[in-house]
């Protein structure tokens, strides 16, 4: 069982950056590969981000050069750095765990363990 809890969401105005935390608890965090996705009004949840234990990281195109993905193995935590937001990043940001090296990291379905959510809104 891992436990997953998300902060760092907030608002901010468009161009701004925010950063989020995923700390996780329980089975061995390194063995896990660690996913951003999100919600947005409306719409289907969608990949953000991920980073496998190896280092090797995945971004979704609408975030590529202004999203950054990383993990410190040593505190059990997973960041999102976010920076040119945009009003259409507003959005529940979840932190997801999948035990292993999943085939697919941008694909929800092998992911274990879900976070309960932190909301950002980006003000145009």
């Known amino acids: 069982q891992v436990h997953l809890v998300e902060s760092g969401g907030g608002l901010v105005q468009a161009g701004g950056s925010l950063s989020l935390s995923c700390a996780a608890s329980?089975?061995?965090?390194?063995?896990?590969?660690m996913g951003w996705f999100r919600r947005a009004p409306g719409k289907e949840r969608a990949f953000v981000a991920a980073i496998r234990w190896s280092g090797s990281v995945y971004y979704a195109d609408s975030v590529k050069g202004r999203f950054t993905i990383s993990r410190d193995n040593a505190k059990n935590t997973v960041y999102l750095q976010m920076n040119s937001l945009k009003p259409e990043d507003t959005a529940i940001y979840y932190c997801?765990?999948?035990?292993?090296?999943?085939?697919?990291?941008?694909?929800?379905?092998?992911?274990?363990?879900w976070g309960q959510g932190t909301q950002v809104t980006v003000s145009s």
């Open positions: 997801a765990a999948a035990y292993g090296t999943v085939p697919s990291p941008t694909n929800p379905n092998p992911y274990d363990y």
């Open positions: 329980g089975r061995t965090y390194t063995s896990y590969t």
